[in-house]
Structure formats: structure tokens, C-alpha cells
């Protein structure tokens, strides 16, 4: 029988796991739990308006979280940190909010009406 030392790199925000640490340095920068992420949707350095949107999320008021980000993936922290702060009955202000919906949408807001395939 053999056995195995191995060394792991874990997010300090979400706990994910990762082999090597220039991945996990990676992760880091834009996981969804970092309120100081990087977002690679929009780009966008959200560390000014996260804590907005996660008020906006506790309190339920959509409008005023999309006029904030229209990024999914953006929303979809916000979400996250609110669940982290508040528990889950955030999620009952968010009913209807699909995250594949909202990012293909977010996506073809931006093409024109010959890239869009139905």
C-alpha cells in the first residue's frame, strides 16, 4: 500500500479546493464570494457597489439592484453574499431571476440581429 502527502489551496472566501495555487490565486480574484472581485462578465471592480446590491437584496427591490449592474453574474454575487449575510430567505424576493436566462440575455444585448440564433 502507498500513501500520499498532497498539498491543496483553498479560497479563503468560498472554500473551494484547487491543486495548484496560481489557479486558486485566480479563483480568488473573481469568486463570487469576494466582495472585492473582479468580475469576468463585465469586467467590472464591484468592491464601490457590492454592498449596495447586497442591500438591495435583502430589502427585495430588483429595480434598483439591476439600475446598479445589469451583469448577471454580478446580481448573482450580490446573491450570494446575501445569503452569506442574511440566510436564505433572501431567495424569496428572487422568484423569478434565472441566472442562464439573465446571462444569455445579458449577452445578446450586445449582438446584432444576424449573431442571435433562435
Known amino acids: ?3 500520499k502527502h498532497v498539498l491543496r489551496y483553498f479560497c ?3 472554500g473551494r479546493g484547487h ?3 496560481p ?3 485566480e479563483h480568488e ?3 463570487a464570494l469576494n466582495p472585492d472581485r473582479v468580475c469576468k462578465v463585465c469586467d467590472t471592480i464591484t468592491n464601490h457597489i457590492m454592498p449596495l446590491m447586497i442591500e438591495d437584496v ?3 427591490d430588483m429595480e434598483k439592484l439591476k439600475a446598479l449592474s445589469d451583469c448577471p453574474s454580478c446580481i448573482m454575487a450580490a446573491i450570494k ?3 452569506k449575510r442574511s440566510g436564505d430567505e433572501v431567495l424569496r424576493f428572487l422568484p423569478d431571476w434565472n441566472y442562464k436566462h439573465e446571462l444569455r440575455r445579458y449577452h445578446r444585448k450586445g449582438m446584432s440581429a444576424e449573431e442571435i440564433e433562435f
Do not use: E, F, V
Request: glycine share 4%; with cysteine.
Open 1 to 3: 500500500m502507498k500513501t
Open 12 to 14: 479563503d472566501h468560498c
Open 19 to 21: 491543486s495548484k495555487k
Open 23 to 25: 489557479l486558486c490565486l
Open 29 to 31: 480574484k473573481s469568486c
Open 58 to 60: 435583502i430589502d427585495g
Open 81 to 83: 453574499l446575501a445569503r
